[in-house]
């Protein structure tokens, strides 16, 4: 685009506002996923409009196991109609490079997952509003003649300012954008992905509650969590890529055609049978987070063994659901159950540190916090991201930013390598 000395001064004013228009847009997208999932909750389970409480939180174990059958059968028939008739759906990253979203099937397949997530079923929310985000985005700067890069860089950004618009994590958003879907942090980047996302993060809150999401005890560093830091990031790095692979091949194995009115129902019938005896598997891993950073190994019947064994047994739990949900046809993000699958398996291996290493008090809510951030670090490939994310979800953490960082470093080293090897082995 030329930036004559005149035509400098109109380029600017015009990109600032498309940028803005960008957040305003994000903003939208979240506050639409937000009230559409608090409608959702309302008439599945009666909660009132403003809180937290999902599905997990149902204090009956056949509403939530009801609730999940009534999800399986809606949204299988859904996507079965959506793939059938509709066209074809475009991911974000698609969208980032040029390729464009169609309307009606992209909202349809966002109301879908809203739909699956607010009922229970055991996947994040958080790909709706990136995917509203991102076609908002590509219909304001088709208008506006700009630059393909520009458009790019502004798609990228429209999507991450949904993630940070529902969610409240403007830096994680700002993040999200220049370090997962752009894959370049520069000044060109980094300024219409802060902007954006800072708009988007005002915007929503006019409707959605400014609230923390993970209610947690406070957490200092202490040398017992260092040393465990250091050696539990590759051991979760193994777990991230693990989880990555199994739903990356269940993800390609999805019933297509009428089978997924057969294999989607009966799936989510079966996660609702796992969330009787435990209802924290639910949802979009919001539930498990929060139990595994506020457990306290003062709650064990047996030397401490009882929430170490649970906060495990959640983890391998949490895993199956989320991957058999994938792995039946369902759509939906990997963030929040990241999160959820890290800290429980953090929290878990940081109370059996402890029985070997005492004296650190009884909350698992560091080891928690150090697991949710090398575990979703290693699943995003994006460290910063996965780090700021966490920080941003729980408002706390910056006390032990340290053996934060090594943990992250020691996960996200063991995907490189194991990264490496496989395309070495494909050459």
Not at 163 to 169: K, R, T
Not at 268 to 282: S, T
């Amino acid at each position: 685009m030329p930036h004559s000395g005149h035509a400098t001064p109109v380029w600017a004013l015009k990109l600032a506002v498309v940028t803005a228009l960008v957040g305003v847009s994000g903003g939208i997208a979240g506050i639409a996923v937000w009230l559409a999932l608090q409608l959702i909750q309302f008439v599945a389970f009666g909660y009132g409009f403003g809180g937290h409480l999902e599905a997990a939180d149902a204090p009956s174990g056949l509403n939530r196991f009801l609730a999940l059958t009534a999800a399986g059968v809606l949204t299988g028939v859904s996507w079965w109609a959506l793939r059938r008739w509709g066209r074809s759906i475009l991911p974000v990253t698609a969208a980032v490079d040029g390729k464009r979203m169609p309307a009606l099937a992209t909202l349809a397949n966002a109301g879908v997952q809203i739909l699956a997530v607010g009922l229970g079923a055991s996947i994040g929310k958080e790909v709706a509003p990136r995917e509203v985000g991102a076609w908002l985005a590509q219909l304001i700067t088709r208008r506006a003649g700009l630059t393909p890069r520009e458009t790019k860089i502004l798609v990228a950004c429209g999507a991450a300012a949904g993630l940070a618009a529902v969610y409240d994590v403007p830096l994680g958003g700002a993040l999200f954008a220049v370090e997962v879907l752009l894959g370049e942090i520069s000044f060109a980047t980094a300024l219409p992905a802060f902007a954006t996302s800072a708009v988007a993060a005002v915007t929503a809150r006019l409707v959605i509650p400014d609230e923390v999401l993970y209610h947690v005890p406070a957490m200092h560093l202490s040398p017992s969590l260092l040393v465990w830091a250091i050696g539990v990031g590759p051991v979760l790095g193994l777990a991230g890529v693990g989880f990555v692979k199994l739903t990356n091949r269940l993800q390609g194995m999805a019933p297509k055609g009428w089978h997924l009115l057969v294999v989607l129902p009966v799936v989510f019938a079966m996660v609702g049978l796992i969330a009787i005896p435990f209802p924290e598997i639910l949802g979009n891993g919001r539930a498990l987070g929060i139990v595994a950073m506020n457990t306290s190994l003062d709650d064990a019947s047996i030397a401490g063994l009882a929430p170490i064994v649970l906060l495990l047994l959640l983890g391998v739990l949490r895993t199956v659901t989320t991957s058999a949900t994938i792995g039946a046809g369902a759509v939906g993000g990997t963030l929040t159950p990241s999160i959820a699958i890290g800290s429980s398996i953090g929290g878990g291996l940081g109370g059996a540190w402890l029985l070997l290493w005492p004296g650190d008090g009884p909350s698992l809510a560091a080891f928690a916090f150090v697991g949710a951030a090398a575990f979703l670090a290693t699943t995003m490939r994006a460290p910063f991201t996965a780090l700021v994310l966490v920080v941003e979800f729980t408002q706390q953490g910056t006390d032990i930013l340290v053996p934060s960082l090594l943990a992250v470093s020691g996960a996200v080293a063991v995907g490189y390598v194991l990264a490496r090897r496989r395309s070495a082995q494909m050459v």
